[in-house]
């Protein structure tokens, strides 16, 4: 096969999963939030290292150790990282899933926000449409909700500061997850122990099944990231960019399929002006693509005239 379609089969898998989490999450109940979050974190981080053991991939963490500023960002990353899934598992066992899925609809525009203002990326023209789109959703949403929808909110933006920091470390999807979990594993595990020693965690009192789901939480992390990571060396960014709408559209159909969420007109208008500005982005990125390869295949055809 192919690494292209290679690629695109690891992105399709990864955000297929991302995409059918809503059906997982409540499968775990009665455990809490927090208390998914913190098996979430201990197993992914097991699930990595054995992914790790297999490759015999050892040699970057004595490298990395030696970049404080870099563990110091990754440290900031997981943090992030760890606030993301907990809002999430949050939202989704509360019934808020279409909410959740808006946070990851959002999230593309919230990442040109950053670039502005970050890193002082000049925007094109309908660029600034799509971003003024987002702006007016959000503001639809806020008085279809009677409140800003703060879930959606802190997913987008949790995960865009979260995006900026995986900019700047530059590291390996793997090597990233195995310290980000790392980080957290502790606490992570502190925290379980302290709720099974007062008799407040439910891992050992629903059953082996309950058990396993729990344990599921950690696999069920770390594979979709692996792929992601696999697809990102082996996709262009334009076609990751369409693909990862994948995610927050199956969520949203199963919050309004099977969930049953209430969908008043209010709401449909604010998510269709999402939709627009996410349709106007996507389109001027494609434009700006083909617009950039004729552009590379003309300077190339000139300099070849030039060399004969």
């Not at 927090?34 to 297999?54: D, F, G, K, Q, S």
């Not at 909110?153 to 470390?169: C, Q, R």
Request: charged letters at 15%.
């Amino acid at each position: 096969m192919p690494e292209y379609r290679r690629g695109i089969l690891y992105a399709v898998v990864a955000y297929v999963i991302w995409g059918l989490f809503p059906a997982y999450w409540p499968l775990l109940k009665p455990a809490t939030a927090v208390e998914i979050l913190a098996h979430r974190m201990v197993w992914a981080l097991l699930a990595v290292v054995a992914v790790l053991a297999v490759r015999r991939h050892w040699a970057w963490f004595r490298e990395l150790a030696r970049q404080p500023r870099k563990l110091g960002l990754l440290t900031l990353a997981a943090i992030l990282i760890a606030a993301n899934w907990g809002t999430y598992i949050y939202a989704v066992n509360i019934g808020h899933v279409v909410e959740a899925a808006l946070g990851y609809f959002i999230n593309p525009l919230v990442n040109v926000l950053f670039g502005v203002v970050l890193f002082r990326e000049r925007l094109r023209r309908w660029q600034w449409v799509a971003v003024g789109l987002g702006a007016v959703a959000v503001i639809v949403l806020a008085l279809a909700y009677g409140e800003p929808p703060w879930l959606a909110l802190i997913l987008a933006f949790s995960f865009g500061f979260y995006s900026v920091i995986k900019k700047g470390v530059n590291i390996g999807a793997d090597e990233s997850l195995a310290v980000e979990t790392l980080v957290l594993f502790l606490p992570a595990l502190g925290y379980l122990a302290l709720l099974e020693f007062q008799g407040d965690g439910t891992f050992t009192d629903y059953g082996v099944g309950h058990a396993l789901l729990l344990v599921g939480a950690g696999v069920v992390t770390a594979v979709p990231l692996l792929c992601f990571g696999a697809a990102a060396i082996r996709v262009p960014l334009s076609a990751m960019g369409l693909l990862q709408y994948i995610a927050p559209i199956l969520q949203f159909l199963y919050g309004v399929l099977v969930n049953r969420e209430t969908m008043p007109p209010a709401r449909w208008a604010g998510f269709a002006i999402v939709w627009l500005a996410l349709a106007v982005y996507t389109w001027d990125g494609i434009r700006a693509g083909r617009t950039a390869r004729q552009e590379r295949r003309a300077a190339e055809a000139a300099r070849a005239a030039v060399g004969s």
